[in-house]
């Protein structure tokens, strides 16, 4: 295993920049902001640990690109921030692609991102994706398929041999297909892969600073060492890109600010009295499933360390 660590300074300037503007802006952010933002090049934070790389595999060895640190962000010209017209993003439960996400954007969608169970093979040649997305259309299609804990231990019987030209609302050709059980697991990788995308749409490069939700990954094992959570660096850039307080977001109340607190809370208000899994081969539609929230418990702790932190 090989730790990949980034000296302090270097991780201050990626951060918080050299350029004067740039430092001006970080210098106006709330004390507990900045606070909890400068635990990126503490070299004794329990918050942010570096990246770890376990194989020859892992997504920084197999796809080198250059770091993105804050100022390359910011400068970008690209990059698409939301507009009071366009501000909100729909997740969209889908059997169909990026076609009918591009005509069925709401116009004031940021982006939409479609989600399903169903395996997606975008070609003939290729064996299976996890994902498709257009940035420059901000329209996404994920599959959680192969999330699923017993996905590769199924067998399928059959296969399409001629295409079947259904209508919209036709979902029979998925009768009796996989449907996985609805695991705390499942969806917290469920919750990375989509916030980890969406942050792409606003934007955010894969971070090769710290142990960061933005990491890339190449596969499962490596999708799950990465945290739920943004470090400092993309933080600063989702918050550039957004407009939002960081203090108001993780408190209680105020603002825009039921954030993160009202995640703890929803993870203990749901978790103890639920089995958190639902039949094997059962449809979802117009069901109240539980929240299966067991693998949330140390992200929980995590946050509770970050409060502490901001309201010193």
Known sequence: MQTLRHSEQTLKTALISKNPVLVSQYEKLDVGEQRLMNEAFQPATELFGPITLHSQSDWITTHPEAPQDFEQFFSDPYR???????????????????????????????????????????????????????????????????????????????????????SSSDYSVFDNYYIPEITSVLLLRSCKTLTHEIGHIFGLRHCQWLACLMQGSNHLEEA?????????????????????????????????????????????????????????????????????????????????????VLQK
């Open 80 to 166: 698409k921030t939301p507009s009071p017209e366009k501000r909100s993003i729909y997740i969209q439960p889908i059997g169909h692609i990026l076609n009918f996400l591009k005509r069925k954007k709401p116009e004031d969608a940021f982006c939409v991102v479609g989600i399903t169970m169903i395996d997606l093979y975008p070609r003939d040649s290729w064996n299976f994706v996890f994902g498709q997305a257009s940035l420059t259309d901000g329209v996404g299609i994920f599959s959680f398929a192969r999330y699923g804990s017993d996905f590769y231990s199924s067998y399928y019987g059959g296969k399409v041999k001629k295409l079947q030209k259904k």
């Open 224 to 308: 799950d060492r990465r945290p739920l959570n943004l470090c400092p660096i993309c933080l600063r850039k989702l918050q550039c890109a957004i407009g939002f307080n960081i203090v108001e977001r993780y408190k209680v109340n105020g603002g825009q600010g039921r954030g993160h607190w009202a995640l703890v809370r929803w993870i203990d208000d749901d978790s103890a009295d639920t089995p958190g899994v639902t039949p094997k081969n059962s449809r979802a539609d117009n069901v109240n499933l539980p929240k299966p929230v067991e693998a949330f418990k140390e992200w929980k702790e995590w946050i509770i360390k970050c409060l502490a």
